[in-house]
């Protein structure tokens, strides 16, 4: 009988943004190109955030969105890790998953659920139902990597990873210490990590993984994951390049890009989570400032608790301008321009004045940065950035990474000498090549007989 039913595709996405958006982008190709409709079931433990409504509500014909009710957290410890705080409410939200799948079920034929990486716990609802399950993974391939391998590492070695001193040999991913590891993995005694884990070997139920990324960036992690199980799939660049913030409120900023001289502006933001503590922010408008150069600064509040990630922090009633050094915005005024909060990334980076970007390497943000051919200045602060960082700057070399001093500080002379060495010197004009030519072999990974499109389920 469901033979005969129309079918559906089911996506479980965790909460936060940083996930949703490029499983959209999914979505769209699986109902552009093969015609698939598709819903997203949001487990959470809150109702949904203004960003999350604003996504949803614009999804395009073919793609809808159900809640799941909210599960409460409130027995957890106050400092519970994002890791184990998404995968707990997945856990809980599985018995109205069941259900939501099962009332799908009487009027359509569910040809796939698919999972994101902190959900894996739904593939047994999958399994138990008899819908194939995929996971999407939002990073890179060499990522993926890692992950299988870590249960064998975890097995192998006693210590932290960060303590190992020579860099580790990971089959299919490019040498790296354990101490550029995603934050989950830089101890191992914590609930997050633990976490991670329970998904690493859970992430080999699922019959295939779909990876944002393509082959021709990263053809040795993709040679390598073909060659075991499950299937991967390489779909990308998927990047979101419709404009999600009302433009309304960035005319100003759109006004003043459309001024400046091609390729001059250096675009300073750091994802949706990233801060620096005081002593950083302050560092920071000191090298923009002496690199003479243009800028345009999505300024945080400096965050002086939580290590770089604000993403849990509500704290909008603080001004941003009130921590940036005295007379700053007059001294730079004209050649910079900053911006509070937030501005439409995607759409800045596709404005032709974009020369660089300064970028926490949080994978969607590289790859919006590819589409358009910006090379950048790779500064990693928190997830598996670093691990994308030396991929941008030591493997496809699209960017320069900046030096961290020994008291972890980012001095301001390593900040502007970085500055006008991307948007002046001669390795900038290397990087910026190199991301030209990517920019073209990304587009082509995606057209008709492209490596992305002919890997589509
Ligand atoms: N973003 C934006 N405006 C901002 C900050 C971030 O539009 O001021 C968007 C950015 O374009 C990207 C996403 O938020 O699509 C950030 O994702 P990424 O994977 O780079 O980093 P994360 O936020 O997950 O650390």
Not at 8 to 16: C, D, E, H, I, Y
Not at 100 to 122: K, N, P, Q
């Amino acid at each position: 009988e469901q033979e005969l039913l129309p079918p559906l595709v089911a996506m479980v996405s965790s909460p936060g943004m940083g996930h949703l958006i490029p499983m959209i982008e999914f979505a769209k190709r699986l109902t552009n190109h093969h015609n698939l409709p598709v819903i997203f079931i949001i487990p959470s433990d809150a109702p949904p955030s203004k960003a999350q409504t604003t996504v949803l509500s614009s999804l395009p014909h073919g793609i809808s969105h159900i809640f799941l009710p909210p599960v409460t957290l409130s027995d957890l410890p106050p400092n519970t890790k994002p890791e184990p705080l998404m995968t707990i409410t997945v856990l809980r939200s599985l018995p109205s998953l069941h259900q939501t799948l099962l009332s799908l079920m009487t009027s359509h034929r569910l040809s796939a659920l698919i999972v994101d990486l902190f959900s894996t716990d739904a593939i047994d609802t999958a399994t138990e139902l008899d819908i194939p399950s995929y996971m999407f993974f939002p990073t890179t391939a060499n990522n993926l990597s890692l992950v299988f391998y870590l249960p064998q590492l975890d097995q192998k070695c006693q210590s932290e990873f960060r303590d190992i001193h020579e860099p580790l040999n990971i089959p299919g991913c490019y040498a790296v210490h354990g101490k550029d590891f995603a934050t989950p993995l830089q101890d191992r005694t914590n609930e997050a990590y633990k976490c991670f884990l329970h998904h690493a070997k859970r992430y080999r139920l699922a019959k295939g993984i779909i990876v944002n990324s393509f082959f021709e960036l990263e053809p040795e992690a993709f040679i390598f994951l073909q060659k075991n199980d499950p299937v991967v799939y390489s779909v990308g660049p998927l990047v979101n390049q419709d404009t999600i913030v009302d433009e309304s409120e960035f005319k100003v900023g759109l006004k003043w890009l459309d001024e400046q001289p091609h390729e001059s502006v250096l675009f300073v933001c750091f994802g949706s989570g990233g801060t620096h503590t005081s002593a950083q922010t302050d560092e920071l408008a000191f090298g923009l400032e002496m690199s003479e150069q243009r800028f345009l600064w999505v300024l945080r509040c400096p965050n002086d608790k939580v290590e770089n990630d604000s993403t849990f922090i509500a704290d909008s009633n603080v001004d941003p301008f009130d921590f940036l050094p005295n007379g700053f915005v007059e001294r730079t005024k004209g050649r910079g321009l900053v911006v509070p909060y937030w501005a439409p990334q995607a759409q800045i980076l596709s404005h032709v004045s974009i020369g660089g970007f300064v970028c926490h390497c949080g994978w969607n943000s590289i790859l919006e940065s590819m589409v358009n051919g910006v090379p950048l200045i790779a500064w990693p602060l928190y997830a598996e950035q670093k691990m994308n960082a030396i991929l941008v700057s030591e493997e496809i070399k699209v960017g320069i990474r900046v030096n961290v001093g020994e008291d972890g500080l980012i001095e301001r002379e390593e900040i502007a000498s970085v500055v006008k060495r991307l948007m002046e010197g001669e390795d900038g004009k290397k990087v910026r090549n190199n991301m030209m030519d990517l920019k073209e072999v990304g587009a082509n990974a995606l057209k008709e007989n492209g490596s992305s499109t002919k890997a589509n389920i």
